[in-house]
C-alpha cells in the first residue's frame, strides 16, 4: 500500500500533541521550542529545520533554540521575550545536570513547560542500565513474562553494569564484549573491548559502564568514486507510543556509527 503524502509528518505533529494532552490533559501548545546546545552546529540541524516547518505548516508557532538562551521567569520558559509551551528536547544532558540547562531543568521541575523527550523518559526507557535486567533471562522469568515477550527480549544481547566485583573478569573476557557508558549517546565514549588500552580501562572499571556482548553489525555493497566498497549497516526505528513512525539506516566505517565515513550517513529503507 502506498504511503499517504505527509503521512509521516501527521504522525509526528500528532506525537507533540499527544505529549502536551499527556501532560496538561487539555488545550494544545501555541508555541513550541526545538531545543538543543549550539543546534545550528549539530549534524542533523537540518532535521531541526525541517521539524520547525512541519509545526509551522500547521499553525504552530515554533523556534529552534539554543539551551544556553532559554529563561525560566516569573513561571514561565521563555526564548527570545517569547514565551514556550512545550520543548521539543534535542539535548543529549539527559538529566539537565549541566549548568547552561538550568532554565530548562528549573521550568522542568516546576511545571512551567511540556519538555518531550524529558529525564523522566531517558530514566525508564534509554537508560543503558535497563539492558542489564532485560537481559538476564532468569529475572524476566522470575517476572513472570510470557514465552512470547520472552522471546522477543532475547534479541537483546546480554549485557551487565561494570563494577569492581566483576571488573577483573571483565578486563580478561573484553574481546568478546562491547562497553558502553549507561548514559551515552551517538557512540561517545564507546569502546570495543578489544581496542581497550589499560588507561580506558581505568576509567571503564570505576562504573558508569555496561558491558554488552559483541555483536558484529551487518554490511553493505556500496559505490564510492567508481568502485565498490563495504559499509557497516544498522536499521533504526523511529517510534512514539508503541507505533513505527519512520525507519531508516545508517551507513558507516568504524567502532561506532558516525556521520565521517566516506559515502556514510543515513539511507533508505526499503521494505519489500
Same mark, same amino acid.
Given at each position: 500500500?502506498?504511503? @499517504?503524502?505527509?503521512?509521516?509528518?501527521?504522525?509526528?505533529?500528532?506525537?507533540?500533541?499527544?505529549?502536551?494532552?499527556?501532560?496538561?490533559?487539555?488545550?494544545?501548545?501555541?508555541? =513550541?521550542?526545538?531545543?538543543?546546545? !549550539?543546534?545550528?552546529? %549539530?549534524?542533523?540541524?537540518?532535521?531541526?529545520?525541517?521539524?520547525? %516547518?512541519?509545526?509551522?505548516?500547521? !499553525? =504552530?508557532?515554533?523556534?529552534?533554540?539554543?539551551?544556553?538562551?532559554?529563561?525560566?521567569?516569573?513561571?514561565?520558559?521563555?526564548?527570545? !521575550?517569547?514565551? =514556550?509551551?512545550?520543548?521539543?528536547?534535542?539535548?543529549?544532558?539527559?538529566?539537565?545536570?549541566?549548568?547552561?540547562?538550568?532554565?530548562?531543568?528549573?521550568?522542568?521541575?516546576?511545571?512551567?513547560?511540556?519538555?518531550?523527550?524529558?529525564?523522566?523518559?531517558?530514566?525508564?526507557?534509554?537508560?543503558?542500565?535497563?539492558?542489564?535486567?532485560?537481559?538476564?533471562?532468569?529475572?524476566? +522469568?522470575?517476572?513472570?513474562?510470557?514465552?512470547?515477550?520472552?522471546?522477543?527480549?532475547?534479541?537483546?544481547?546480554?549485557?551487565?553494569?561494570?563494577?569492581?566485583?566483576?571488573?577483573?573478569?571483565?578486563?580478561?573476557?573484553?574481546? !568478546?564484549?562491547?562497553? @558502553?557508558?549507561?548514559?551515552?549517546?551517538?557512540?561517545?565514549?564507546?569502546?570495543?573491548?578489544?581496542?581497550?588500552?589499560?588507561?580506558?580501562?581505568?576509567?571503564? +572499571?570505576?562504573?558508569?559502564?555496561?558491558? %554488552?556482548?559483541?555483536? @558484529?553489525?551487518?554490511?553493505?555493497? =556500496?559505490?564510492?568514486?567508481?568502485?565498490?566498497?563495504?559499509?557497516?549497516?544498522?536499521?533504526?526505528?523511529?517510534?512514539?507510543?508503541? %507505533?513505527?513512525?519512520?525507519?531508516?539506516?545508517?551507513l558507516y566505517q568504524g567502532q561506532t556509527t558516525n556521520f565521517r565515513s566516506p559515502g556514510g550517513g543515513f539511507a533508505p529503507v526499503f521494505v519489500i
Open positions: 500500500m502506498p504511503v @499517504k503524502p505527509y503521512a509521516f509528518e501527521d504522525a509526528a505533529f500528532r506525537m507533540f500533541h499527544e505529549e502536551w494532552i499527556r501532560q496538561r490533559g487539555t488545550g494544545t501548545a501555541r508555541r =513550541i521550542a526545538i531545543v538543543d546546545d !549550539g543546534p545550528e552546529e %549539530q549534524f542533523l540541524y537540518p532535521e531541526f529545520v525541517l521539524a520547525r %516547518q512541519v509545526l509551522e505548516a500547521r !499553525g =504552530i508557532e515554533a523556534a529552534i533554540a539554543d539551551a544556553s538562551h532559554l529563561r525560566h521567569e516569573a513561571g514561565r520558559l521563555t526564548f527570545d !521575550g517569547n514565551p =514556550i509551551d512545550l520543548v521539543y528536547n534535542r539535548v543529549t544532558d539527559f538529566a539537565f545536570d549541566r549548568p547552561e540547562h538550568k532554565a530548562l531543568r528549573d521550568a522542568y521541575r516546576d511545571g512551567a513547560v511540556v519538555v518531550t523527550p524529558n529525564p523522566h523518559n531517558h530514566a525508564l526507557l534509554a537508560d543503558k542500565r535497563n539492558l542489564s535486567l532485560l537481559s538476564d533471562p532468569a529475572i524476566l +522469568e522470575a517476572w513472570g513474562l510470557e514465552p512470547t515477550h520472552l522471546a522477543q527480549l532475547s534479541s537483546i544481547p546480554r549485557t551487565i553494569l561494570v563494577t569492581p566485583g566483576n571488573a577483573n573478569e571483565l578486563w580478561k573476557s573484553r574481546k !568478546g564484549l562491547f562497553f @558502553k557508558p549507561t548514559g551515552g549517546h551517538g557512540g561517545k565514549a564507546v569502546y570495543r573491548g578489544d581496542k581497550v588500552t589499560r588507561g580506558v580501562w581505568a576509567e571503564i +572499571e570505576r562504573g558508569g559502564y555496561v558491558a %554488552q556482548t559483541l555483536v @558484529k553489525p551487518s554490511e553493505r555493497m =556500496i559505490s564510492i568514486d567508481e568502485g565498490i566498497q563495504a559499509r557497516k549497516m544498522d536499521v533504526r526505528l523511529y517510534t512514539y507510543d508503541g %507505533q513505527v513512525l519512520l525507519v531508516a539506516a545508517r
